[in-house]
């Protein structure tokens, strides 16, 4: 049998990285497993988003923001693989969790932490011909860095809240911003709207999408897009530097589970579940936005208290004599050889 483990944490977000770091600090031996080939999560959809609302942390990029919690991760040297993605989860006679994974590997724990959030997500690619091809140069589905939109012309396509959210970042970025939409009216919040439609370098097109792009001579960008509008058929030739597609994520959430290891549910998604992190099933817990529970917070600090309350509940499991809680980190002798270092480091810079 391969190597057992105390908990298994599946996702590599905000709660799969914060369950791992504290997972160690109880003294488990963890293992977290990511289907995608970086650890972050949702986050990493919105590098150069910033984050304010994390207790005691300055509003901080979210690419950086990963960058920590990565590194926090590893404090305990945990077992950690990216690019593997869960497929089945069983149990067997010897009440252990069996994690069968797309590479036909089989991981052996004694509790299981579902850190999946919304599940894989993939960007609703633009479905034309050869737009595969531009993704390298200024056809984008994130946003990776800011200043490849410094006073340039840039089109988003989209009107949800993420195109909107791009477009009113862009503001003080871009020189002119073109937002197109299918749709008679933008679906994004009100305030947002209101900002781009009272700025005059802002053109906002609805009723229309993208209908082809145009190439440069040398064919390694599009320089123009043509644009259709559906309430009068007309064609419209528009020049950019950038492209942002905003359609939304298709959501793979194909994990399956056996009948003595399959969770309640609650909206045909989350996990049913209690604020200490406890799903339908013994030996299941639950963090993050794949948990639902009454009281539930969906902010980056409700998900490291669903974190912290998983892991207390999965150590009481596989230990019923452990304490129900760690002790604080200010006392704690796990960081004490650390906090020296820090210390001298500190005083060495002065």
Do not use: C
């Not at 945990?78 to 006679?93: A, C, E, G, R």
Request: hydrophobic content about 40%; proline content about 3%; glycine content about 8%.
């Amino acid at each position: 049998m391969s190597e057992i483990f105390d908990v298994t944490i599946i996702g590599g977000g905000p709660a799969g990285l914060y369950s791992t770091f504290y997972s160690g600090l109880r003294n488990m031996k963890t293992k977290l497993i990511e289907s995608q080939a970086q650890l972050g999560g949702k986050v990493l959809l919105y590098p150069e988003k910033m984050i304010w609302d994390v207790g005691g942390q300055p509003p901080i990029m979210g690419a950086q923001f990963v960058i920590q919690l990565i590194e926090q991760a590893k404090t305990f040297q945990p077992t950690i693989l990216t690019n593997t993605k869960v497929d089945f989860i069983d149990k067997n006679d010897n009440n252990l969790f069996i994690i069968s994974t797309n590479d036909g590997q089989k991981h052996y724990s004694k509790s299981i932490i579902m850190a999946n959030g919304g599940g894989i997500y993939n960007p609703q690619k633009l479905d034309i011909e050869g737009a595969e091809k531009f993704e390298m140069t200024n056809l984008h589905y994130t946003v990776p860095s800011f200043k490849l939109f410094q006073h340039k012309r840039v089109l988003i396509s989209g009107g949800g809240n993420g195109a909107i959210d791009w477009a009113v970042e862009m503001l003080d970025i871009a020189d002119e911003i073109i937002v197109v939409y299918r749709k008679d009216q933008l679906t994004a919040h009100e305030a947002q709207v209101a900002l781009l439609q009272s700025n005059p370098k802002v053109t906002i097109l609805l009723n229309t999408t993208i209908e082809k792009l145009i190439a440069n001579k040398e064919k390694t960008k599009v320089s123009e897009v043509v644009l259709k509008k559906h309430d009068t058929v007309e064609e419209l030739y528009q020049p950019i530097d950038h492209i942002i597609v905003s359609h939304g994520y298709n959501r793979d959430a194909s994990l399956q589970f056996s009948d003595e290891t399959s969770l309640k549910l609650k909206d045909d998604y989350y996990y049913e579940g209690t604020a200490t992190g406890k799903t339908s099933k013994e030996g299941i817990f639950a963090a993050g936005d794949i948990l639902s529970y009454e009281g539930k917070v969906n902010l980056l600090v409700g998900t490291f208290q669903d974190a912290v309350n998983a892991v207390n509940s999965a150590k009481v499991y596989i230990d019923p004599l452990a304490n129900k809680f760690e002790m604080v980190s200010s006392h704690n002798e796990k960081f004490q050889e650390k906090n020296r270092q820090i210390i001298q480091e500190m005083l060495v810079e002065k």
